[in-house]
């Protein structure tokens, strides 16, 4: 198929998304895929050796400042449709990670253009990426997930009805960017300071001590539980990104009914959440064996190293075909196999 992989955008996860874009791009063609690379900021196919620096590079230590703008929301749509390589593809790939490409905006385009995409359409977007709807969906579900207050900056409300210690997040964050842990009612002053400079709605949610699990689910089939051990106190930006900040363990050591409960519950979050294709989802394992949803992510990072391909490696599914196996569901929906397999 022509595939073209969308990545880059205008967010703070910038630099998240070219390396997922770049590595998806390679596991794409070697897949047997004809793959082009379109960064929506310059409004441009990547030449190989811009793909093959940004492969090597990875993600950042830091990441970078904003005052980019996506072409595809400023420009039109045009941008990509009219360019004769990347709008002749057959699936888009969406490689983005935050703002409007994350969020359903970009879908939202693209479905009105009657094109084909991977992942979840504006719905699932939505939904997964706010923080505060996603909770609330989970609650209402009978899912457990951590207490918290939305849009609260008055410590002395959180330290009453939420206690120490405490995350403050930004609602529509990701890649743990704008993520604190607040231990002392000092540090909460501090974080809540911070947050008050977020272009976002800010989420207080009590911290939940215990092991840190990880759930992907790809198609109709749920993958490996695999466990996140951060050398920090949160599973942050650096720890995510920088070799040596985490261990990421697949298949998790942990008690089969554990698990299997988990990967239960992870699918129950990517149905109530109508996500589609593939998702991630994080829970807690407190001391006490409860297991709590912290979020889903609707659109992974998808490195060769990333947490999702790991899950699919420990299932056997390597990340060519994994990359393959998004963009054939995509692909279906447009066309869908017959019955027969004719």
Known sequence: MKVTVLLGGASDERAVSLATGAQMSAALR?????????????GEVLTPG????????????????????????????????GHPVAGAA????????????????????????????????RTGC????????????????????????????????LLAEIGLPMVVKAANGGSSLRLELATTPHELDGALERARGFDDLVIAEAYVAGREFTVGVVGEETLPVGEIIPENDLFDYACKYQ????????????????????????????????????????FMLDGQGGIWCLEANNLPGMTGNSLLPRGARAAGIDFP????????LAANRRNPPSPTGV
């Open 90 to 121: 057959d699936v888009f790939v969406l490689a983005f990670h935050g703002g409007a490409g994350e969020d359903g905006t970009i879908q939202g385009l693209l479905d009105a253009a009657g094109l084909a995409y991977t992942g979840s359409d």
């Open 126 to 157: 939505l939904l997964a990426m706010d923080k505060d709807v996603s909770k609330r969906l989970m609650r209402d579900a009978g899912i457990a997930t951590p207490a918290w207050l939305t849009d609260v900056l008055d410590a002395e409300r």
């Open 30 to 42: 070697e897949a047997g895929h004809t793959v082009a690379a379109f960064d929506t900021v310059r």
């Open 50 to 81: 811009e793909e093959e620096a940004l492969r090597d590079r990875g993600v950042e230590p830091d990441p970078p400042g904003g005052g980019w703008r996506d072409r595809l929301l400023t420009d039109g749509l045009s941008v990509l449709t």
């Open 321 to 328: 075909t994994l990359c393959d196996r998004i963009v054939r």
């Open 243 to 282: 070799p040596g900040m985490a261990q990421e363990i697949f298949p998790a050591s942990l008690d089969e009914s554990v698990a299997a409960r988990m990967k239960v519950l992870g699918r129950r979050v990517h149905d109530i959440l109508r996500l589609r294709d593939y998702s991630r989802v994080d």
